[in-house]
């Protein structure tokens, strides 16, 4: 079993970069802004690193510096608003340099909806790359990354390349939309993985993006895609690998090949080999073993081997996954959890509705796009006003896409919102 020391994990990046790992990246200029970071850190001893940028350069030299160190790494959101931010600091208050060394934090909603870290090192990040080496038979993991390294989406395509040796390019999503030779013309795509959430693939298959057919295999996860968009995939003839699995796992714990999804196909696959997945009845609520698993999150450790997230689901006789729903209201858009009460919150906080309620609506693209059901307050209000009221004090994919008003939202004696009658007054409003 390998070692996961600070020095070995330096010295196994230093060695990549230098073999030409990152696709058209500065490799040499990342060595010497990492050793930089090195002495920095070694200088102040901060009790944490807190890395929060969309600059490769940047984000893989505070990454390979901090592993070295072993201080504690926290992966942030750029993107974040005040709100966030503030959950953020008192979280990073409770940092114990010593209880915490070595490890790396990523970002998650948990089931509250607040800011949560699930807390991994390089073992289980490490485990989740050998069980998703076993099941494609692979040898070297090479990725196109278009998503944000911070993500565990992101972050695992990193950590695939480099432990297998494999080459990693990153890019952006809108350079891959409108400049995608920049890309096909620095790597063979048959070599190739590529990551895509929902809306992605959509966008892409919008575009007539005929290239996508050359990627070896194209992961899809994040959240559910549409049966319309799984058709057009596969009249496509892509090499599509749907897949189940989250921050707390690690990314993927489920998969289904390419060859199955193109036969028809539409579950999350089997499970990979190094997790286990039970239903507890009576619901078919999923319960998780993982080499993979998170240690906790921060700072609680786990006191169990097990996880149940807020997911159900049912296996037929081959395996096969499919996801059937969830225990809670959670909305899944673009491959980013939102929950409600967040959103309320925020709207409440504004003083400009009477009442609030929000909602997950199907999308085409989006997968659910968040939906806003108000009251007016007072003053007559408009989406516009309502949109800018609310934009920095929550992520930006948070903010509702759409903003119905109605004279009241049916409640029951205790507050509680009445599902059914809402969803009536709704199907009223919109004729």
């Known amino acids: 079993m390998i070692e996961y020391d600070g020095e070995w994990i330096y010295a196994l990046f230093c ?20 050793n930089q970071k090195v002495a920095d850190f070694t200088r102040h001893q901060p009790n944490f690193i807190s890395i929060s940028t969309t600059d490769l350069t940047e984000f893989v030299a505070d990454f390979m510096a901090g592993s070295r160190l072993g201080i504690p790494i926290f992966l942030c959101n750029p993107h974040w608003g005040d709100t966030e931010w503030a959950q953020v600091s ?11 060394q070595h490890l790396i934090m990523i970002p998650t909603g948990g089931s509250s909806g607040l800011v949560k870290f699930a807390m991994h090192n390089w073992t289980t990040l490490s485990a989740s790359v050998w069980g998703f080496q076993e099941f494609y038979a692979v040898d070297k993991i090479n990725a196109v990354c278009t998503l944000p390294l911070y993500h565990v989406s992101g972050l695992m395509q990193l950590i695939r390349s480099i432990l297998t040796n494999g080459r990693l390019l990153v890019t952006n999503f809108q350079q891959l939309c409108t400049k995608p030779n920049l890309i096909t013309n620095q790597i063979e795509l048959k070599d ?17 993006a005929h290239w996508l057919g ?6 899809l996860g994040g959240s559910p895609p549409n049966l319309e968009l799984l058709n057009r995939a596969r009249s496509a003839q892509l090499s599509i690998a749907l897949t189940y ?5 690690a990314s993927q714990i489920t998969s289904l090949k390419p060859a199955e999804f193109l036969a028809g196909n539409n579950s999350c696959g ?9 239903l507890i009845s009576p619901d078919c609520e999923i319960q998780i073993e993982s080499k993979s698993l998170m240690l906790g999150y921060f700072p609680v450790f786990n006191s169990s081997a097990d996880f149940e997230p807020d997911d159900l689901g049912s296996f037929d006789s081959d395996g096969y996954l499919t996801i059937i729903g969830r225990t809670s209201g959670k909305i899944i858009t673009g491959g980013e959890n939102v929950f409600p009460r967040e959103v309320i919150d925020a709207i409440m906080l504004t003083g400009l509705v009477a009442d609030v309620w929000v909602i997950g609506l199907p999308d085409r693209y989006w997968g659910q796009i968040v939906v806003a059901i108000y009251v007016e307050g007072d003053l007559p209000v408009s989406e516009d006003i309502l949109t800018k009221s609310i934009t920095g004090n929550i992520s930006k994919y948070k903010i509702p896409k759409h903003w119905i008003p109605v004279s009241q939202i049916p409640r029951n004696a205790l507050g509680k919102v009445l599902v059914h009658q809402l969803e009536v007054l709704l199907k009223y409003t919109d004729s």
């Open 214 to 219: 050359k990627f070896k295999t194209i992961l």
């Open 15 to 34: 060695q990549q970069l230098k073999s030409g790992w990152l696709v058209g990246g500065e490799s040499q200029s990342i060595i010497d802004r990492s």
């Open 192 to 208: 190739y993985f590529i990551s895509l959430v929902p809306t992605q693939l959509a966008k892409l298959l919008d575009l007539d």
């Open 245 to 249: 699995g989250m921050t707390e796992t």
């Open 270 to 278: 089997r499970v990979l080999p190094h997790a286990k997945i039970k």
């Open 90 to 100: 008192i979280i990073t208050s409770q940092v114990n340099p010593q209880q915490h």
